[in-house]
């Protein structure tokens, strides 16, 4: 079973405007971090957040974690094109295995 | 420095066939990862491989198999193939366990009539 749900399944938007994805999960943690997978091709890093840490930048994006709620939430800001794929959670437990949610898929209308 | 490698790209089989796919992680990454990716499931962990010690396995039935080679590459053998195996085989590595970032590979397609 996976441990993250990620919500909504999926999210149509504008160029330029911010999208919001949230993820969440059923034990405690190690990390949680989040993936983009462009149309059925490998999946790539974009942030790893510690069970410790409430939040992190990169770039565009924005990651929140709340671990009184075991959620998480990934923002992109001024969204483009290149940014339509499918976002993954995955909760790293204590044994450090990962596991994945179902994903949100991004559609960047132009 | 190169990415993460997988052969073949695309592989068709037949029921009660078996396949082999390989991986070949970023050179100075000793941990190996794979997935399997299907709509319906999702994302599975299906085994991890440090020091070619298999770490980690997941919920998946013994006609699922890896190693791992004394240079980091990895294999993975999937025997008895079922229609249900059809997927995306994905490869991961990380400079080792430990819940690191880990960088995947393309992946391997699949397909089984």
């Known amino acids: 079973s996976q441990q993250g749900e990620e919500d909504p399944q999926a999210l149509s938007i504008q160029e330029g405007e911010n999208a919001t994805m949230n993820c969440s999960y059923k034990t405690s943690i190690n990390n949680l971090q989040w993936y983009r997978q462009n149309s059925g091709r490998g999946l790539v890093h974009l942030i790893l957040?510690?069970?410790?840490?409430r939040e992190k930048h990169s770039g565009r994006l924005r990651v929140t974690l709340d671990t009184s709620k075991k959620s998480s939430s990934l923002l992109i800001t001024a969204s483009r094109a290149a940014d339509t794929a499918s976002y993954f959670c995955a909760t790293v437990l204590n044994d450090y295995k990962l596991s994945f949610g179902a994903g949100t898929t991004v559609t960047v209308r132009a | 420095k190169a990415g993460v490698t997988q052969t073949p790209r695309y592989l068709i089989k037949t029921r009660g066939q078996q396949v082999t796919l390989s991986c070949s992680p970023i050179s100075g990454h000793r941990s190996v990862s794979w997935y399997q990716q299907t709509p319906g499931q999702g994302l599975q962990f299906l085994f991890e491989y440090f020091s070619e010690t298999q770490r980690n396995k997941g919920n998946f039935p013994g006609r699922f198999s890896g190693r791992q080679f004394s240079n980091s590459r990895s294999e993975m053998n999937v025997s008895t193939l079922e229609l249900g195996d059809s997927a995306l085989y994905l490869c991961?590595?990380?400079?080792?366990?430990?819940?690191?970032?880990?960088?995947f590979g393309p992946g391997t397609r699949l397909l089984v009539l």
């Open positions: 957040i510690r069970s410790n840490e």
């Open positions: 991961a590595s990380s400079l080792d366990p430990g819940g690191r970032t880990q960088y």
